[in-house]
């Protein structure tokens, strides 16, 4: 069986917080950690191959330029420019983040890369855009982490309420990894039934699903402002991801994709539901949204082409 690879680029919070979910999780063969800061990257080597010798098996850790990229079959860019500013957003992260990308890609391609990207880095769904753009790989072959954070945060938000498995809540956001995002409810069921027939049934009473999906899309700033930076949840997202990826699994997650057409729109990556394989995204999902909905995910469309245009 031919080893499974994974490779960082960036080993700041998001990066050792992934590399240690891989490490633990142990569905990979060797994970290869790239970062511009030779000794930051090394001394995760160390620590992380540290963890590794407690789990069962054997992991290869080791350390490379993002060019030396040919036997790669996943590269996520967890790449940032720094800590953002007070009163800033996502998006005020695309000038500088794009930059290094734009810089880094390239290199990977001369490399030899015929893997997979996966992008984990903001804003998402612009910068997932570009590294499609400038790697000229199908479009099922580069995708980001998109909202699928997001709809995991609603899941568990009402599994906490609701007293349940998240496991058991059909339900996703759909849209911008952003202020933009919104909650598809009229997809959206517990047990088969709706989340306000359930909540009836269980609470008494319906659950203020607009407060639900504004805490859902605020959590990740909550964490920011708290503790300085998102890790491991995102963390936890890029492994999820990458193992539902490598076991072809065909399940529906709601993560970044380019669109030619879907959705009736085009020159975008943008948070939709997508069958993920082993070769990528095998499908996107179209949902039938009702007239709100349709109307958010264009004006979250929107969002992400005014930004794309200023690459």
Not at 159 to 174: N, T
Request: aromatic share 6%; glycine share 10%.
């Amino acid at each position: 069986m031919k080893p499974r690879k994974v490779m960082i680029i960036g080993a700041g919070n998001v990066g050792t917080a992934a590399a240690h979910a891989f490490v633990n999780q142990r569905f990979i063969e060797e994970l290869i950690l790239v970062d511009i800061n030779q000794d930051r990257v090394e001394g995760n080597r160390k620590d992380l191959a540290d963890a590794a010798a407690f789990m069962p098996g054997k992991m290869d850790i080791s350390v490379r330029d993002a060019s030396d990229c040919s036997d790669v079959d996943i590269a996520v860019i967890t790449v940032t420019a720094g800590a953002l500013k007070e009163g800033q957003t996502r998006l005020d992260e695309q000038k500088s983040t794009s930059k290094i990308v734009a810089s880094i890609v390239p290199e990977m391609m001369k490399g030899g890369f015929n893997g997979i990207f996966l992008v984990a880095t903001n804003p998402c769904d612009i910068i997932t855009y570009q590294v499609w753009k400038l790697s000229g790989l199908p479009k099922n072959r580069v995708l980001g982490t998109g909202v699928w954070l997001d709809t995991t945060r609603l899941r568990r938000l009402l599994a906490e309420r609701l007293d349940i498995a998240a496991q058991s809540i059909d339900a996703f956001i759909l849209g911008e990894h952003g202020d933009s995002q919104f909650p598809v409810w009229s997809h959206s069921s517990i047990y088969g039934k709706s989340v306000n027939e359930y909540s009836l049934e269980k609470l008494g009473e319906s659950l203020d699903l607009k407060r639900v999906g504004e805490i859902a899309r605020d959590t990740g700033f909550e964490i920011y402002h708290q503790k300085g930076c998102t890790e491991y949840g995102i963390g936890g997202t890029i492994v999820e991801i990458c193992r539902h990826i490598f076991s072809g699994s065909q399940r529906a997650l709601t993560v970044s994709c380019i669109l030619e057409g879907e959705y009736g729109e085009n020159g975008l990556a943008i948070g939709v539901p997508a069958v993920l394989n082993q070769d990528g995204v095998k499908e996107i999902i179209e949902l039938k949204l009702d007239n709100a909905e349709r109307e958010a995910f264009q004006n979250s469309a929107r969002v992400i082409k005014d930004s794309i245009a200023l690459l």
